[in-house]
């Protein structure tokens, strides 16, 4: 155990307090340690009938230092030879107008130093927190680790271990189920401290590869049950990553960042005065649920969306041809679309996949030349641009900017420009992938993606990627250090896209939602949701993803079908709701009747874009086990914030059985009461009691829509 534990310094932030705290180790050295509190409850800690080492706030391991002892070399590299050497030196607080920044600077005797950034951005709920490392040595090294972030002493507000009172949360993700909410006790886990407190126990997760959200969110949230207390973060980061919950002794200590050399087949050269910075991580603590902590993370995006283009501010509508199409755009087509849907209230119409492709082959392996089709587009895609803007929409264009498919001209011409593995072209079923640090390559995509948006005017973009690079590539000191240089240069690439093209809208796809971690969604306005497209499961993925991005940017989509139902069609309209509305589907063979329904749903959608934009989500109702065969029922109550503040939209949707005749939805404090709007396929009966919002219905399969105001 530490000799001397004492507090370095104490930083309040909104509501949260951020807490340094210094100890002499066994060693004699001096280790700094971080942990985050709800500023009310400082005078509850009960730190001192704990027993527990400080951990050090920065996570790193060198090659040829020790590993971690306690039996956890192969499942942590935590608190190496490389941490314990690493002492405190100083620390640094600068002041500005907007940002607090507080930098801690530890150094290692053999000439190498870290840094510990921590910014807050006034009134934000959030901190945001890198780490730096630099060599100032004379000879070459290499790591094997270094975290983002780390926070400790969980929970300080219990003396002892604290049995049965820590809960792990998770968000778990996979193709067209994203964000489904995984909670574990920190004893399943086998997260308890050994009758010796002598071995050491680690849950390291994460996900590898150039798909950030394929498994997991980068996301991990520990809760205090008896105190309500939660701690998170959220990272920001393209390429290869990892969370851990760590223990040894009776706190509980969570860190995350790149994916190590274990995890993530990464080592990383500096030589002698070179430095490598860490992504970024967001962290919060509160007092709520993990709808509250949630929300905290999440909002931290705001800041780069009042940098959107005027359009966005209003959250407009969308019209996406490819559930309409199926891949196949033409000038023909999408001037019946356009005919169909002229006047209906769409802002975007957006040329999907397919429009580059050869006669007779998929689109799907067709990417990469990026020549307009003759065929599909014989007087050139001014005139379908042109065709769009006359009746007053924005164009967009589908490109998937970084993969190559097989049936391209590029895909065989320029292989030593793809990434490599093992010496040979990196290659899945249908596609390989851009060197995207390759400097031919920035001019080549420049040309086909940034000259085709400004030779046609395009002034929205959809990127999509689908496919992944996996544990990395061939180029670098390690297959995952050549991948995050990759992913890297990827995002400046998407940079430079806003830069050559100033004002343009970018919407984040990847497999619909593979994507959704905090460094692209800061770049583009909004992302594809989910690949769910036409499946029952879309309000259950959608309110899940409200606890991983801002709704504003959730672009969620509204198939409608010619042979679909009333019912179904308000059932689709009603998910849109949950984010942003975008339609696709058999637009120029509906009835009146249906497009009655659609229309009433944009009317509404309209009323309800400011608390969309700008609020507080809380999802209630029945757990939802299997998100294929539903059953029950779910409601999501948004109450607005800022702008919005006064108003409050609640969805509704019934599934397969299993719900109440009336469903009862207790509003939180505060929240407004009288009913301004309802939405539904028929009048439905909705009513507000005592501050309860009931509704009541017999339907499988229905949902409905109430926006309160005040």
Same mark, same amino acid.
Request: proline fraction near 4%; glycine fraction near 8%; include cysteine.
């Given at each position: ?30 280790? @700094? ?17 704990? #027993?527990?080492? @400080?951990?050090? !706030? ?145 849950? #390291?997760?994460? %996900?590898? *590869? ?16 008896? #105190? ?23 706190? !509980?200590?969570?860190? /995350? ?29 509160? %007092? ?47 001037? #019946? ?22 006669? /007779? ?39 998937? +900017? ?94 430079? @896209? ?39 499961? +879309? ?39 949950? *984010? ?6 058999? =637009? ?48 999501? =109550? ?18 397969? *059985? *299993? ?50 105001? =005040?």
């Amino acid at each position: 155990m530490d000799k001397e534990k004492k507090i370095l310094s104490k930083f309040k932030f909104g509501d949260m307090l951020c807490v340094y705290e210094l100890a002499v180790s066994e060693d004699g050295k001096q280790i @700094v340690g971080f942990m985050m509190i709800p500023a009310s409850m400082e005078q509850e800690l009960r730190l001192e009938g704990k #027993r527990y080492r @400080v951990n050090n !706030l920065i996570q790193v391991k060198l090659a040829g230092d020790a590993y971690p002892f306690a039996y956890g070399h192969g499942s942590s590299m935590r608190n190496s030879d490389s941490v314990r050497v690493l002492e405190y030196d100083r620390q640094e607080v600068r002041l500005g107008a907007n940002k607090t920044v507080v930098t801690t600077w530890l150094k290692d005797e053999r000439g190498y130093e870290a840094a510990h950034r921590l910014t807050w951005y006034a009134e934000e709920d959030s901190v945001e927190i890198s780490t730096l490392y630099w060599n100032c040595s004379t000879e070459k090294i290499t790591l094997e680790m270094l975290s983002s972030f780390t926070l400790g002493d969980l929970t300080p507000f219990e003396e002892g271990d604290a049995p049965d009172t820590m809960l792990l949360h998770r968000l778990r993700s996979k193709w067209s189920h994203e964000g489904r909410l995984h909670t574990e006790t920190i004893e399943d886990l086998q997260l308890e401290p050994s009758w010796s407190y002598c071995s050491v126990s680690s849950e #390291r997760y994460g %996900q590898l *590869g150039s798909m950030p959200v394929k498994k997991f969110f980068p996301f991990i949230a520990v809760e205090d049950q008896k #105190r309500q207390v939660l701690w998170g973060a959220q990272l920001a980061h393209e390429a290869s990553w990892q969370m851990e919950a760590y223990r040894q002794d009776d706190c !509980l200590h969570i860190s /995350g960042g790149i994916a190590d050399r274990e995890f993530g087949h990464w080592m990383k050269e500096l030589g002698p005065g070179e430095q490598i910075e860490t992504p970024k991580a967001i962290v919060s603590v509160c %007092q709520g649920d993990i709808d509250t902590l949630c929300h905290r993370l999440t909002e931290a995006g705001q800041k780069y969306l009042e940098e959107a283009p005027e359009s966005e501010q209003s959250l407009p509508i969308l019209f996406n041809e490819y559930c309409t199409t199926w891949g196949n755009p033409s000038h023909e087509n999408i001037c #019946r679309i356009l005919d169909a849907i002229d006047g209906k209230g769409f802002d975007y119409f957006v040329i999907d996949c397919g429009w580059f492709k050869e006669e /007779g082959i998929p689109w799907d392996i067709s990417m990469g030349d990026y020549a307009v089709s003759p065929v599909l587009f014989p007087d050139g895609m001014e005139q379908t641009v042109k065709a769009i803007r006359d009746k007053g929409m924005k164009a967009g264009i589908w490109f998937e +900017i970084d993969n190559v498919g097989k049936a391209a001209k590029a895909y065989e011409a320029h292989k030593e420009h793809m990434l490599h593995r093992d010496g040979t072209v990196l290659t899945t079923q249908s596609r390989r992938f851009w060197d995207m640090t390759d400097p031919w390559v920035e001019a080549y995509l420049t040309e086909r993606v940034i000259g085709t948006l400004k030779r046609y005017g395009f002034s929205y973009m959809k990127m999509d990627y689908n496919d992944t690079i996996g544990i990395g590539c061939d180029g670098a000191e390690s297959l995952g250090e050549k991948l995050r240089q990759n992913m890297r240069a990827s995002v400046e690439f998407v940079k430079k @896209v806003k830069k050559e093209i100033p004002g343009i809208i970018l919407e984040n796809c990847s497999s619909g939602g593979h994507k959704l971690e905090p460094l692209m969604m800061s770049l583009c306005s909004m992302a594809s949701f989910s690949d769910a497209h036409e499946t029952e499961t +879309i309000p259950v993925v959608a309110a899940n993803l409200h606890r991983a991005i801002l709704p504003r940017q959730s672009q969620i989509w509204a198939v409608i079908r010619k042979t679909d139902s009333l019912k179904r069609i308000g059932y689709s309209m009603a998910n849109t709701f949950l *984010g942003r509305m975008c339609l696709s589907g058999d =637009v120029t063979e509906l009835t009146k009747a249906q497009w009655d329904v659609i229309e009433r749903a944009i009317a509404f959608y309209r009323l309800a874009a400011p608390v969309i934009k700008n609020g507080f989500s809380h999802r209630v109702g029945t757990p939802i086990t299997s998100e294929r065969h539903l059953k029950g029922w779910q409601g999501v =109550v948004r109450t607005g914030e800022g702008d919005a503040e006064g108003l409050a939209l609640v969805v509704i949707h019934c599934f397969h *059985g *299993g719900y109440p005749e009336e469903i009862s939805i207790p509003l939180p404090a505060g929240c407004p009461a009288n009913i301004a709007s309802v939405y539904s396929d028929t009048s439905v009966t909705v009513r507000v009691e005592d501050g309860v919002l009931k509704y009541r219905t017999s339907e499988d399969m229905k949902a409905a829509a109430v926006l309160l105001e =005040v």
